[in-house]
């Protein structure tokens, strides 16, 4: 059969759209989820930054989510942790933030970014990430305190980087071998498995460290 043939067929073109359909699926999703976690995440950001100037404006001002002696927002603002690089944390939540819902917004629309891009998209929210847990532990364990808009940026901070790190394994699996297909198989269908442990197992970590206080709660 000539080779034209075979590349025209019904089987071939139905494989490849459906190949394409999976793809155009997957970069919807990601990008629903770029803009609201991004959208989220800007809020809670612009929310802590007013918080944080109207602190220093007036030292004597209450934060709105100083709702008790754990969950302080106060707490931790006046902390050195929270302006890690000489600059007050949620400004680099609002440039983070609005950049993740700019490039969800322009999935959504349609686009497809080269490989480069999603590279350098991958090093953004790995920073993200591990700065994250930089801070959590930081608020868990040194502090010993609870910002309530700080872990909203937490809750949204963490999906962001898994999803786009497992998007950006994909071409991994036509390429790597038997061992790193499997896996990222795995990965692919229990992603969301895996990030609810991920949650736990933070959530764990919260309630020991302050569990004399929750109890005081019951």
């Known amino acids: 059969m000539p080779r034209s043939v075979i590349e025209d067929s019904p089987v071939r073109l139905g494989a490849e759209g459906l190949a394409a359909e999976s793809s155009a699926s997957t970069r919807r999703g990601l990008g629903v989820l770029l803009v609201v976690g991004g959208f989220v995440g800007l809020v809670a950001a612009v929310i802590l930054l007013v ?3 109207t602190l220093i404006a007036d030292p004597a001002y209450v934060p709105t989510c100083d709702i008790s002696p754990v969950l302080s927002c ?16 949620p400004v680099l939540g609002i440039a983070g933030f609005a950049v993740v819902a700019a490039i969800g917004a322009v999935c959504l629309a349609g686009a497809v970014f080269a490989r480069w891009f999603w590279a350098l998209v991958q090093a953004g929210v790995s920073f993200a990430v591990i700065f994250v847990h930089w801070l959590i532990y930081q608020s868990v364990f040194v502090i010993g305190a609870l910002c309530p808009y700080c872990m909203i940026v937490w809750i949204v901070t963490i999906p962001v980087f898994w999803y786009v790190s497992v998007a950006n394994l994909q071409p991994l699996r036509t390429i790597g071998n038997a061992g790193i297909r499997r896996a990222l198989s795995v990965l692919t269908e229990y992603r969301g498995a895996i990030l609810t442990a991920w949650y736990l197992i933070i959530a764990g970590l919260i309630a020991y460290r302050f569990w004399d206080y929750w109890i005081t709660l019951v």
């Open 51 to 53: 918080e944080k100037i």
């Open 74 to 89: 106060g707490s931790v603002m006046n902390t050195p942790q929270a302006e890690a690089f000489g600059i007050p944390n």
